[in-house]
């Protein structure tokens, strides 16, 4: 059963369109992050966040914007969609105690730009 | 810089032997270290970790070592299964973010 919830799972879209990838989770993890996934590749980090109103940039430079105005959402948008954007972009969240840590990924959005 | 290492970019194994994956990693300050298995389109699936205080953690097939002197960790899969072919991913916690490795693709076979 997912506890953190990624739509669409896929999507084509031509040039220079805005979109939005949506992540929603029900878990009440503060800490939420996205990562880019070329085909072989390793997961990059390109946004994270540590809580509402709290937006970071990860390791990897993305043109894409994040926001977190509640706990359970934390969107991606491209506001003018290129090629170079077509890649699996992938949604985590985690919580940290006892010693350990859980991090739990949704599916995925395999976008595709035309 | 890559943090996380995997130099092995596929490993094929026979069903019921087993399967050793490997990672390194160059940066001594991380403290955990997870491993996850990976399908095409799909979001990675966590498998087993380990903190660094630790060199060794069992979860049925799945056994994770911790060399901290090498900067080395591998998972074995024992007995190998053929549901268990996709790819794997090393990863490890720096500052509470991930840092994944470039994953091993593993095919069990028949």
């Known amino acids: 059963e997912a506890d953190i919830y990624q739509t669409p799972r896929y999507l084509v879209i031509g040039t220079g369109k805005k979109i939005t990838l949506e992540c929603s989770q029900t878990?009440?993890?503060?800490?939420m992050y996205w990562y880019q996934q070329d085909p072989g590749m390793e997961l990059h980090l390109i946004h994270y966040?540590?809580?509402?109103?709290?937006?970071e940039k990860g390791d990897l430079s993305s043109e894409s914007t994040v926001s977190r105005i509640r706990t359970e959402h934390f969107p991606l948008t491209l506001e003018s969609a290129r090629p170079s954007h077509t890649s699996q972009y992938l949604c985590?969240?985690?919580?940290?105690?006892?010693?350990?840590?859980?991090?739990?990924f949704g599916s995925g959005t395999r976008l595709t730009v035309v | 810089d890559q943090q996380v290492k995997q130099n092995s970019p596929s490993l094929s194994v026979q069903e019921g032997r087993i399967s050793i994956l490997n990672c390194d990693y160059t940066?001594?300050?991380?403290?955990?270290f997870l491993w996850y298995k990976k399908y095409p389109a799909e979001g990675p699936t966590f498998l087993i970790s380990?903190?660094?205080?630790?060199d060794k953690n069992e979860d049925g097939r799945f056994t994770v070592f911790l060399n901290k002197s090498a900067k080395h960790l591998s998972l074995h899969i024992v007995p190998s299964q053929p549901g268990d072919s996709a790819v794997y991913f090393c990863?490890?916690?720096?500052?509470?973010?991930?840092?994944f490795g470039t994953g091993t693709r593993l095919q069990v076979f028949p």
């Open positions: 985590a969240s985690s919580v940290h105690g006892g010693g350990g840590y859980g991090y739990t």
């Open positions: 878990m009440g993890h503060d800490k």
């Open positions: 966040s540590y809580g509402v109103n709290s937006t």
């Open positions: 940066n001594s300050m991380f403290d955990y």
């Open positions: 380990i903190s660094s205080i630790k």
């Open positions: 990863a490890a916690i720096n500052t509470d973010k991930l840092i």
